[in-house]
């Protein structure tokens, strides 16, 4: 029997044994993805056309949610498409497109009963686009699911520049005077128009495909998150990756900047 076969039979056991370890641990409460990889992971494969790594990454989403099930995860954001990504090739780009609205669309019609929100500059993407994800997502509004958070033409500097844009006008509508909105721009002010806004900022950050970076993903919402690398890419990412992250994080001690 080769190495490999011997691994796939162990890996039952090997998961098992994480979610014991884990039991009564502390766990996140929100998991913040970075999904990365796809492109390597299809070139490496031996793929000539990349789209594979990115199809292959998007059926890997829908795993990964089914994984929170067993966990007291509540909110899973997830990075798919940056505002830096829309300057790659037209015919990625409408590839990506396509593949993150089917996305969006499988997760509302899932058995795991999530909710499904968009979170970015949605205006930045065609309008056939949006309008199917918008109305794909407003079909989970009810669910009682995780919360799955898209991040789709997002940047985390233009979020905050939004939220502080949307404050003011919000106070400039109330007929706030110059002088009293500076001092209505606050830490709390700003987070209540954030894309994010109503829910726990990410406890756990995991990045796949061995870059160490957060890349503009929830700036604001990160600033004391855990951070979890990986060198695994993200289509080839398990669930006994998924549960070392949980793991490591139920091992740290967080301290908030203290």
Request: hydrophobic letters at 40%; proline letters at 3%.
């Amino acid at each position: 029997m080769s190495v490999s076969s011997l691994k796939q039979l162990a890996y039952p056991a090997y998961e098992a044994r994480l979610a014991r370890l884990i039991k009564g641990k502390p766990q996140p409460k929100h998991i913040a993805i970075m999904a990365d990889g796809n492109r390597r992971w299809a070139r490496e494969a031996g793929f000539t056309d990349i789209s594979h790594g990115h199809r292959q990454g998007a059926k890997k989403i829908g795993e990964m949610i089914s994984w929170c099930r067993d966990t007291d995860i509540e909110v899973v954001t997830i990075y798919l498409l940056s505002t830096e990504n829309l300057k790659r090739s037209e015919q990625e780009v409408e590839l990506l497109f396509d593949i993150i609205s089917d996305v969006v669309t499988h997760l509302s019609h899932s058995d795991v009963g999530c909710q499904v929100r968009l979170v970015g500059h949605l205006d930045l993407l065609p309008d056939e686009i949006r309008q199917r994800m918008v109305t794909a997502a407003a079909e989970t509004e009810d669910n009682t699911g995780v919360i799955v958070n898209v991040a789709v033409g997002y940047g985390g500097r233009q979020e905050i520049v939004d939220a502080v844009q949307n404050l003011v006008r919000a106070e400039a509508e109330k007929g706030t005077t110059a002088a009293e909105m500076a001092d209505r721009v606050t830490a709390e002010s700003i987070g209540e128009h954030l894309y994010t806004k109503g829910l726990p900022d990410p406890d756990l950050v995991i990045r796949t495909s061995g870059e160490q970076r957060l890349s503009g993903f929830l700036l604001w919402q990160a600033a004391y998150s855990e951070i979890w690398f990986t060198d695994t890419y993200w289509p080839a990412f398990r669930k006994v990756d998924f549960l070392r992250a949980l793991r490591d994080y139920s091992q740290r001690s967080r301290r908030f900047g203290k």
